[in-house]
């Protein structure tokens, strides 16, 4: 009774995944006694079920990639950090801390803690190895102010557009500083919270209406149709 995957390899639809008594579980069929991918995406066996996570569901890493993630552990030497991929990913307290690390002495938890989030760059990873974060280099580190949302990882080229032009529309109509995490996780900074919403306002339109065309025009009529009843409001 074989399978002919590793944990977590990415596989293609219509691949061979396992033969005998398995049971076909999230995105897989049967056909006799043989299980195969409808989905491409990460491939798992748990307790004879085959089942493979959707390829556009989550984040896959690429060195050098700005994430935002979720400090979810204090360790050792350093965090485990939730970065919206099956992967969690490692930030070592020696690239945190601009001095040698003495972990007799430091008490990490006052640096970083669970629930903290932060700005990085994915700095290593590989399929045999958890990646590896950085926050050694300017806007990256621990996030103080602003809102966050999620979007499908997919769609962050769409929020971004050709050469930029979306994200910097939004980002000139709301005042906002915009971080696009490209596992898929925004944070919207601006000068109150109007501006922050109105910004989250737009993204979530390009996330919804992001197979369509022309949507750059449709998000510009947006924003300028709020900021006008936002100033109809301030006048009333």
Same mark, same amino acid.
């Given at each position: 009774?074989?399978?002919?995957?590793?944990?977590?390899?990415?596989?293609t639809?219509g691949?061979l995944? *396992?033969?005998?008594?398995?049971i076909?579980?999230?995105n897989?069929? &049967? #056909?006799?006694?043989k299980i195969?991918?409808?989905?491409?995406?990460?491939?798992d066996?748990?307790?004879?079920?085959?089942? @493979?996570?959707a390829?556009?569901?989550?984040?896959v890493? &690429?060195i050098?990639? @700005?994430?935002?993630?979720?400090?979810?552990?204090?360790g050792?030497n350093g965090?485990t950090?939730?970065?919206e991929?099956?992967?969690t *990913?490692?930030?070592r307290a020696s690239?945190?801390?601009?001095?040698?690390?003495?972990?007799?002495?430091d008490?990490?938890?006052?640096?970083?803690?669970?629930?903290d989030?932060?700005?990085?760059?994915i *700095?290593?990873?590989?399929?045999?190895?958890d990646?590896q974060l950085?926050?050694?280099?300017?806007?990256?580190g621990k996030?103080?102010r602003?809102?966050?949302?999620k979007?499908?990882?997919? &769609?962050?080229?769409?929020v @971004?557009g050709r050469k930029?032009?979306?994200?910097?529309?939004?980002?000139?109509?709301?005042?906002?500083q915009? @971080?696009l995490?490209?596992?898929?996780?925004?944070?919207?900074?601006?000068?109150?919270?109007?501006d922050e919403e109105?910004?989250l306002?737009a993204?979530r &339109?390009?996330? #919804?209406e992001?197979?369509?065309?022309?949507?750059?025009?449709?998000i510009?009529?947006?924003?300028? #149709?709020e900021?006008?009843k936002?100033e109809?409001?301030?006048?009333e």
């Amino acid at each position: 009774m074989p399978t002919f995957f590793e944990k977590k390899q990415l596989v293609t639809p219509g691949e061979l995944l *396992a033969e005998g008594d398995y049971i076909a579980g999230e995105n897989t069929y &049967k #056909e006799g006694n043989k299980i195969y991918a409808s989905r491409i995406g990460l491939v798992d066996c748990d307790n004879k079920n085959v089942n @493979i996570v959707a390829l556009r569901a989550f984040y896959v890493p &690429k060195i050098g990639d @700005i994430v935002i993630g979720t400090v979810v552990e204090v360790g050792f030497n350093g965090w485990t950090v939730d970065i919206e991929s099956p992967y969690t *990913a490692l930030l070592r307290a020696s690239d945190v801390l601009s001095r040698p690390f003495k972990p007799q002495n430091d008490e990490l938890s006052q640096v970083l803690n669970a629930g903290d989030l932060i700005v990085a760059k994915i *700095a290593s990873y590989d399929r045999a190895h958890d990646p590896q974060l950085t926050v050694g280099e300017p806007g990256l580190g621990k996030i103080t102010r602003g809102q966050i949302m999620k979007v499908t990882p997919t &769609k962050i080229p769409r929020v @971004i557009g050709r050469k930029g032009s979306m994200i910097s529309m939004i980002k000139q109509e709301t005042g906002c500083q915009i @971080i696009l995490g490209l596992n898929g996780v925004i944070l919207v900074t601006g000068k109150n919270l109007e501006d922050e919403e109105l910004a989250l306002l737009a993204i979530r &339109k390009i996330e #919804e209406e992001s197979h369509t065309s022309g949507l750059t025009d449709r998000i510009t009529q947006l924003l300028k #149709e709020e900021k006008s009843k936002r100033e109809e409001k301030k006048n009333e």
